[in-house]
């Protein structure tokens, strides 16, 4: 039981982050919640009308679109974010001459800010001047119109998210720091081959880390296509190949001035988000026996 | 059943020099104990025997095959770590037989031949569990028998029983003691632990520094020590050391008088130490000069006295039912036969 002074020094240094959190989140989420059953234009009060942002929404093919790239760019960005943290983290978590610079620029891009971050890609994807496209001429590859072309668009943003891992870098090399020495030497003497010991002892070692960061990356990768959307592709090429469900909610909400279905559509991603965590989990947990250490 | 040689085996890690040219020879089938303080060389000279690690100079060979540039999968030699160095994940069974599968011997043969070492360790009962659900006794046990599935030319253990808590660790060392006497090997056995030195090798090599001090037999290294590191480093606890000097026919040793002296020129003209361990220590009310007892510790049946005499100190050995009190004045002796003569600039033994 605590004492009554240590109770209140502990609510006390408590207090900043339990009010931020309910100025900030919860209590915006209240609202948004509320603010999902009503028509609202930021001019007329809010009007309740039930369920029929919802109604709406599911006869919005455009809504249907954005959720539908939004899956899709999860899709192919999770699994490869994840694969170049584990592929980084392989390469640089031991000591080496200069190992701190490749670090560092392992993490950089992640630091950089987002608009700054899609201006510059935005340059490099130019099909005209951009460096990409001039690299890739002067191998002989092809030369796609990035930002013009539905397909070309997607990928575009896919690959503007695969070097923003740092986070995911710095766990994973963490995790890999941390498999005790002796159990290669015991590989090595026991005749293990590298790729054996990767399949039997390193994988299975890292896959707890790994699969954490999976979860992590699945949430953050369904909003972090906001800022690459809205800047470098604009939601295009038309009419809506990288509208995410981020970019509509915010077009409602901030350009059309419908609050309220905005906030239908926020709901509706925080359940899709909530739904396909709860799926992965399924699936870990079913493996989960091998993974226990 | 290969034996292992080190000839001249030089080991330098940057400027530190690990190992100064051991010269040391395992026979076929002989558990031989390394034993040494740490920086003494002795894991540095396993981990060199295992390949881990790549000699500055000299040759390694196991069963008269030159295996200095070998990689170690292929030295044929199974190792023991001091962490046991099993995979957390994967079962007793698994872990027993991961040399076997890494090699793709069959599942079935793998299976047998996982349940037959297992047995043979005594962790027949638990091949479906986990590390983290065995204890420390059960994981050693599980260790050996990864080692032995392979039926290694050499093996290696690096400080086993060190995690082991101090009754398991004498159980496990008569255990494994044991074990060799029945399963055969050449063993190589490193240790800080100069009782398991003694009490578990057919023979037992003291390295201090990088440099091999003695190689003998348990009983040797203890009754004839070669210098007075060995002499110190070997009995707990360690021997008492004083400078000799000869007068009038005597030779006097911190609180000891020897009578008549041994001979002179056996000893030759020069400083000698002299030292007399805790047991040959004879504790009486009569005979010897006065000690002063200044601290006791009982051990059960046997107490160590702390003591000081003319301004030395000194401990002896005495049963727990015939000790005197801290504080009280006993005397000492000790008998020519049970001093140890050492040069006291070099600390080479003296017969």
Known sequence: MLRRTERREYAVMLAPYVLGLAALIAFPAVITFGLALTEYDLIRSPEFIGLDNFRELWEDEIFWTAMRNSLMFILFAVPLRLLGALILSLLLWKRFRGVAAYRTSGYLPTVVPDVAYALLWLWIFNPLYGPLNLALEAIGGPTPSWLTDPRAAQWAVIIMSLFTIGEGFIVAMATRQGVPGELYELGDIEGARPTYMFWRLTLPLMAPTLLLLMFRDTIFSFQANFVPALIVTEGGPAPYATTYLPLFIYRNGFEYLRYGYAAAATLTMFLITAVIIYVQYLIVKRWRRAFVV | ?351
């Open chain 2, 1 to 351: 059943m290969a034996g292992l040689r080190f000839a001249g085996v030089r080991k330098d890690y940057g400027s530190v020099r690990a190992l100064r040219g051991l010269d040391l020879d395992v026979e076929p089938d002989e558990l031989m104990v390394l034993v040494g303080p740490s920086g003494s060389g002795k894991s540095s000279a396993l981990r060199l025997a295992a390949g881990l690690e790549d000699v500055t100079e000299g040759s390694i060979h196991i069963g008269g095959r030159d295996v200095t540039d070998v990689p170690p999968a292929d030295r044929n030699v199974s190792m023991v770590f001091q962490s046991y160095a099993l995979f957390p994940h994967l079962t007793v069974a698994e872990n027993i037989g991961f040399g076997l599968r890494a090699r793709r011997v069959p599942r079935g043969e793998t299976r047998a031949k996982v349940e037959s070492a297992a047995k043979t360790v005594g962790c027949g009962e638990f091949l479906e569990r986990r590390p983290h659900e065995l204890s420390g006794g059960e994981r050693q046990r599980v260790a050996l028998a990864r080692a032995l599935v392979r039926e290694p030319d050499v093996f290696l253990l690096d400080e086993p029983l060190s995690n082991l808590d101090a009754q398991l660790r004498v159980y496990m060392r008569a255990e494994l003691k044991e074990l060799h006497q029945r399963v055969g090997g050449t063993m190589v056995y490193v240790t800080h632990d100069q009782v398991e030195a003694l009490t578990l090798g057919d023979r037992v090599a003291v390295l201090r520094d990088g440099e091999l001090q003695q190689l003998g037999l348990p009983d040797e290294i203890y009754r004839r020590p070669a210098n007075r590191f060995v002499a110190r480093f070997v009995g707990s606890p360690a021997m008492n050391l004083f400078r000799g000097r000869f007068e009038d026919g005597v030779l006097r040793a911190g609180p000891f008088v020897f009578s008549p002296a041994p001979e002179e020129r056996r000893l030759g003209r020069r400083e000698i130490e002299v030292g007399v361990r805790p047991e040959h220590v004879r504790v009486t009310r009569s005979r010897g000069e006065r000690a002063h007892v200044q601290v006791l510790e009982v051990a059960g049946s046997e107490t160590f006295l702390h003591l000081v005499a003319d301004g030395e100190s000194l401990i002896a050995r005495v049963p727990s039912h015939r000790r005197p009190e801290a504080g009280d004045t006993v005397r000492v002796s000790a008998d020519l036969a049970h001093a140890y003569f050492f040069d006291a600039t070099t600390g080479e033994g003296l017969g």
